[in-house]
T-cell receptor
C-alpha cells in the first residue's frame, strides 16, 4: 500500500507569494494531521481533521494559514501571503483506529526568500 | 511551545553499545509514543504505550511508560549503524475521555553510531 503522499517535496518561493501544500492520506484513514518542523520549535501540530472535519486548528500560526479537506483522500495547507519565517518542513500524517498512531508523509520542504 | 523535555539532545556511540534516552513532562499523559526520523523523511512510529508501568519491546527497542505517567524511556540494545537518526518521544495529554490524536512532541535525540 502507498503511504501518505505529499507534494511538492520541495518548494522555493518569494515572500508574498501564495503557497499550497498537498496531501493524500493513506486510503481508509479517517484522521489527518498537518505538522510543521523547524530547528527552533521542533515538530508542531498545526491542525487536524477527523472524517474531513477540522477538529482543532489552535496550532495554526495566524490567519495567513488555512487548511481544507474537501474529501477523505485529499487535503491542502495554504499560506497566503508567505513570509521567510514560514520556511520549514511541513508534514502531513494520517491515522485510523488509534488517532495517536500516526503515519507521516515524507514532508514538503518550504523555503521562502 | 514544547512541553516535553527529551534527553539527551544527542548521542555519539560505538556500534554494539546500548542506548538510553528519556522524556519527561510536568503534565500527565495517557499515551506515550516513540518515533524515529531518518534524514529527509517523516517520523516513523516505533512503539506505542498505553498504561502506566507498561514495558513494550519492538526487536532491539524497549520502551516504558513511567509509573507517574509523566515520563517515558526508550532503550536500544546492541546498536547498529542503521539506528542512526533522530528519535522523538510524543505524548497525548489526559483530556476527559476523548482520544483525539493530538500529540505533543519532544525536541528529539540525535543518535550517531560509529561502526
Amino acid at each position: 500500500d502507498a503511504g501518505v503522499i505529499q507534494s511538492p517535496r520541495h518548494e522555493v518561493t518569494e515572500m508574498g507569494q501564495e503557497v499550497t501544500l498537498r496531501c493524500k492520506p493513506i486510503s481508509g484513514h479517517n484522521s489527518l494531521f498537518w505538522y510543521r518542523q523547524t530547528m527552533m520549535r521542533g515538530l508542531e501540530l498545526l491542525i487536524y481533521f477527523n472524517n474531513n472535519v477540522p477538529i482543532d486548528d489552535s496550532g495554526m500560526p495566524e490567519d495567513r494559514f488555512s487548511a481544507k479537506m474537501p474529501n477523505a483522500s485529499f487535503s491542502t495547507l495554504k499560506i497566503q501571503p508567505s513570509e521567510p519565517r514560514d520556511s520549514a518542513v511541513y508534514f502531513c500524517a494520517s491515522s485510523f483506529l488509534r488517532p495517536h498512531e500516526q503515519y507521516f508523509g515524507p514532508g514538503t520542504r518550504l523555503t521562502v526568500t | 511551545g514544547q512541553q516535553l523535555n527529551q534527553s539527551p539532545q544527542s548521542m555519539f556511540i560505538q556500534e554494539g553499545e546500548d542506548v538510553s534516552m528519556n522524556c519527561t513532562s510536568s503534565s500527565i499523559f495517557n499515551t506515550w509514543l516513540w518515533y524515529k526520523q531518518d534524514p529527509g523523511e517523516g517520523p516513523v512510529l516505533l512503539i506505542a504505550l498505553y498504561k502506566a508501568g507498561e514495558l513494550t519491546s519492538n526487536g532491539r527497542l524497549t520502551a516504558q511508560f513511567g509509573i507517574t505517567r509523566k515520563d517515558s524511556f526508550l532503550n536500544i540494545s546492541a546498536s547498529i549503524p542503521s539506528d542512526v537518526g533522530i528519535y522523538f518521544c510524543a505524548g497525548q495529554r489526559v483530556r476527559g475521555s476523548s482520544n483525539t490524536g493530538k500529540l505533543i512532541f519532544g525536541q528529539g535525540t540525535t543518535l550517531q553510531v560509529k561502526p
